[in-house]
């Protein structure tokens, strides 16, 4: 996989900025993605291509529930976050709704990344490469269980 | 093994478990609401694109369904996700279905302690992040995505990371000013909003055997707001009548080994504790009541399945009876039959006559969906759980989280105030 870096350099980036309230009434994918990020960066959805990164802090996607936060922000173009950590919820969403791949990793890699620089993430691997910086990071290894669904494209394609 | 481990051990048909092993344990009891169940009519229609036909799920009779969110109908999208949830409920024979103008209905969980439909012992699973309320039941109770809700409608369990359990002793008597929300407020302030990722919040101690059953739901319910798997409480005898009350469904309470284990283990003086208000734009961003005494408001939000249940309205009754409020103050209880007791016990006219009005239970404006959003630099004084940017309206509008008694004293003067300081 490779993509552009959207760098969001800060911690607890909840659902509801993620995709506020109002819009979870909606089910199409398509038109959640066009309100993605809408409660932090109204240009997000316009800067993305399709299979680009997040890069953030600690705690992303925070809060709420709503499975819309990983869908809208798959459907806008996302791929994969990177992040320092995750908030369980969103990790589990992400991994077992197969919208995208949340990706932990260290401290020193998440400084090293900017703004618009290109990765290339091979979980085979478990590596990150910062092509625009040739550097390469370890991201964090995936528990098995989660790289068996993720393997499977899902939990509900996963027989235990 | 601690509560959370023995039940997840249970479930799992394991004679123990220890905190980091992956389990696929079973569901006792699982709710969607018109946000989650349309998620999961949506998993199981690209099921059947796939070619798996989804004909019905795995125990209806252990599914229930709630219309809180986006009711009273907000939009033609809104109705139609009722009306789909509805068709679901049909479809797959749930016999539970709290519907929306028909007798009981209200927020999903303040419907699953009211209304006992999980019991101590038991696992359960919501399509709701603050699912960890019902963990003040004894049980362990967790919010998911409509995918996993999904995959449990069909196969009646899912996977979970056994929680390493973080303990909160509370010892001591609650000052008559300060709630079970200046409590967790703290707690989030002292330990940040993700000391409880992946983990269990247990709460234990003397404050917590005197605190009324209500007000420990509000502990739990807020342990979302510090990232925690599950809230829970081991059941003693104010939960087994609490229970018995509304229930003759027989259950299992489990409580603790002597010897658990427990990651950290931290205790609080409660008797020292002051009333407490979480400003923007996180839960953990505390002051006291009294010093933020000088910030105006535009709102007073008394709803939620946080700080609407019959004590949190009882309690802001108490404070507000006789007075006049100064701004715009919105009672909403959680529940239809809490609605109908403060009706009866005479709360309504108390907040009616001090200005306020009055709403059908909802969770609409919580979570600045609709009935009562806030405009830009709008500020509102709320007994819910989230402050986030745009949480209950524009993005620039701000909430601060406090007790239900810091609310209505607020309501009063037209600023944040500590309920001690209005005559």
């Not at chain 1, 589990?92 to 290339?120: F, M, T």
């Not at chain 2, 979570?367 to 405009?375: F, K, P, Q, T």
Request: glycine residues 8%; hydrophobic residues 40%.
């Amino acid at each position: 996989m490779k993509g552009t870096v959207h760098k969001y350099a800060q911690n607890n980036i909840d659902t509801d900025v993620i995709i506020p309230g109002p819009y979870l009434k909606i089910m199409d994918p398509d038109e959640l993605a066009k309100h993605a990020m809408e409660g932090l960066d109204k240009e997000f959805v316009k800067k993305l291509k399709q299979g680009d990164f997040m890069v953030s802090g600690e705690n992303f996607g925070c809060g709420s529930s709503r499975e819309h936060a990983p869908i809208a922000l798959r459907h806008a173009g996302i791929t994969a976050v990177l992040a320092l950590s995750f908030a369980r919820i969103f990790y589990r969403n992400s991994v077992d709704g197969a919208h995208l791949l949340p990706i932990e990793i260290e401290k020193d890699a998440y400084d090293n990344i900017s703004d618009k620089d290109q990765l290339e993430i091979d979980i085979q691997k478990g590596e990150v490469k910062n092509i625009t910086k040739n550097k390469t990071y370890k991201m964090k290894p995936f528990p098995e269980l989660i790289r068996k669904i993720i393997d499977a494209g899902g939990i509900l394609n996963y027989t235990p | 093994m601690t509560i959370t481990e023995k039940i997840l051990a249970r479930a799992s048909g394991r004679d123990r478990v220890s905190p980091d092993d992956v389990v696929f344990a079973k569901v006792d009891k699982v709710m969607l609401h018109d946000v989650s169940g349309p998620g999961v009519m949506t998993v199981f229609k690209e099921l059947e694109k796939k070619g798996r036909k989804v004909e019905k799920i795995w125990d209806p009779s252990r599914v229930w369904v709630a219309e809180d969110h986006f009711v009273p109908a907000v939009d033609k999208l809104a109705a139609e996700n009722i009306v789909m949830v509805q068709n679901f409920v049909k479809k797959f024979n749930i016999s539970k279905h709290f519907k929306y103008g028909l007798g009981q209905y209200g927020i999903c969980h303040t419907l699953s302690h009211e209304e006992a439909l999980v019991l101590p012992g038991e696992v359960y699973v919501g399509g709701d992040s603050h699912t960890n309320t019902t963990g003040a039941l004894g049980c362990f109770a967790t919010g998911m995505g409509h995918t996993d809700v999904a995959y449990v409608l069909l196969n009646g369990k899912i996977w979970f990371k056994v929680p390493e359990t973080i303990l909160f002793n509370l010892e001591g008597e609650l000052p008559s000013y300060v709630m079970a929300k200046d409590v967790i407020l703290k707690i989030i302030a002292d330990h940040g909003t993700d000391v409880g990722n992946y983990k269990a919040i247990q709460f234990a101690g003397s404050a917590i055997s005197k605190m009324p059953m209500e007000e420990r739901f509000t502990l739990t319910n807020m342990t979302t707001e510090a990232g925690a798997k599950n809230g829970i409480i081991e059941p003693d005898q104010k939960t087994i009548d609490y229970v018995k009350e509304r229930t003759d469904a027989p259950f299992t309470a489990v409580v603790g080994d002597k010897d658990a284990k427990y990651v950290d283990i931290h205790t609080y003086e409660v008797d020292k504790l002051e009333p407490i208000v979480a400003k923007p734009f996180s839960p953990a961003n505390i002051s006291t009541a009294r010093e933020l005494s000088n910030v105006p408001i535009d709102k007073a939000y008394i709803g939620s399945c946080t700080g609407a249940k019959y004590n949190d309205l009882l309690e802001a009754a108490r404070v507000i009876k006789g007075k006049k409020t100064k701004v715009r103050m919105e009672v909403l209880p959680a529940a239809q039959n809490i609605y109908m007791r403060a009706l009866k016990e005479g709360l309504i006219n108390i907040f009616m006559e001090a200005g306020a009005v009055i709403g059908p239970p909802t969770c609409g404006a919580c979570c600045g969906a609709h009935m009562g959003v806030l405009a830009k630099d709008e500020v509102c004084v709320s007994t819910t759980n989230r402050n986030f940017p745009g949480r209950m309206g524009h993005v620039e509008s701000k909430t601060y989280l406090a007790s239900p008694k810091v609310v209505a004293a607020s309501a009063v003067t037209g600023k944040i105030t500590d309920p001690r300081d209005i005559r």
